[in-house]
T-cell receptor, first 114, second 108 residues
Framework: SAVISQKPSRDICQRGTSLTIQCQVDSQVTMMFWYRQQPGQSLTLIATANQGSEATYESGFVIDKFPISRPNLTFSTLTVSNMSPEDSSIYLC???????????FGDGTRLSIL | GQNIDQPTEMTATEGAIVQINCTYQTSGFNGLFWYQQHAGEAPTFLSYNVLDGLEEKGRFSSFLSRSKGYSYLLLKELQMKDSASYLCAGFNDYKLSFGAGTTVTVRA
C-alpha cells in the first residue's frame, strides 16, 4: 500500500492562529481525504481533496475554516483557520488508490489549541 | 445516508474468540470496511466486504449480509496486542462513513 507522510505529527497552537497540515504520498493516488477525530470519538470526513479543483466539503465543514489544496496527485494540505479550543483534535489524511482499493491513513496530526 | 451502529465496548480473554457486530442503514451502498485503531495511532485497514459472505484473513474474518444490513468482524485466538478500537465503516461511492468504534479489551 501507499506510504503516507503527514506533518506535523503534533502541535500546540494559540487561539486565533492557523495551522497548515501537509500530506505527502509516495505514489499517485486518485482520491485524497481529510478526516477529523475528536477526543474519544470516531472519524468524521471533513472533505475530499480534488486535484486541480476546489475540495468537496461535507455537511458542517466550510472552506473558510478548512481550506484545502491539492496541487498534484501525491500531495495535499489542510489548513485549520482561526483556531479555537474546540478544534483540538486529531486530523488525518487518507488516500484511496482507486480500483476498489481500501483507504489508508496517515499517522495523523494531534492538534491542541490553548 | 448511512447510520452505522456497533457496540461500545467488549472484553474477552486471551486465546478466546470475539465477534463485533455492525448494523447499518444505507442507500447507494458499495461495501463495508473494518479498521483497527490502537490508542494514539492511525486506523489500519483490516478487511473489506462487498459481496455477501465471509472473508477470512488469518485470525481475522469479516462477514456481510447486505439484505440484513449486517456485518461482523471475528477475531480468533485473541492476543494482548489485539486490544484496540475496531471501526466499522460503510462505503458509499468513494466515501467512508465510520461507526463510533468498539473498544476491545483482551485480558490475560
Amino acid at each position: 500500500s501507499a506510504v503516507i507522510s503527514q506533518k506535523p505529527s503534533r502541535d500546540i497552537c494559540q487561539r486565533g492562529t492557523s495551522l497548515t497540515i501537509q500530506c505527502q504520498v509516495d505514489s499517485q493516488v486518485t482520491m485524497m481525504f481529510w478526516y477529523r477525530q475528536q477526543p474519544g470519538q470516531s472519524l468524521t470526513l471533513i472533505a475530499t481533496a480534488n486535484q486541480g479543483s476546489e475540495a468537496t466539503y461535507e455537511s458542517g465543514f466550510v472552506i473558510d475554516k478548512f481550506p484545502i489544496s491539492r496541487p498534484n496527485l501525491t500531495f495535499s494540505t489542510l489548513t485549520v483557520s482561526n483556531m479555537s479550543p474546540e478544534d483540538s483534535s486529531i486530523y488525518l489524511c487518507s488516500v484511496a488508490p482507486g480500483g476498489g482499493q481500501p483507504q489508508h491513513f496517515g499517522d495523523g496530526t494531534r492538534l491542541s489549541i490553548l | 445516508g448511512q447510520n452505522i451502529d456497533q457496540p461500545t465496548e467488549m472484553t474477552a480473554t486471551e486465546g478466546a474468540i470475539v465477534q463485533i457486530n455492525c448494523t447499518y442503514q444505507t442507500s447507494g451502498f458499495n461495501g463495508l470496511f473494518w479498521y483497527q485503531q490502537h490508542a494514539g495511532e492511525a486506523p489500519t485497514f483490516l478487511s473489506y466486504n462487498v459481496l455477501d459472505g465471509l472473508e477470512e484473513k488469518g485470525r481475522f474474518s469479516s462477514f456481510l449480509s447486505r439484505s440484513k444490513g449486517y456485518s461482523y468482524l471475528l477475531l480468533k485466538e485473541l492476543q494482548m496486542k489485539d486490544s484496540a478500537s475496531y471501526l466499522c465503516a460503510g462505503f458509499n461511492d468513494y466515501k467512508l462513513s465510520f461507526g463510533a468504534g468498539t473498544t476491545v479489551t483482551v485480558r490475560a
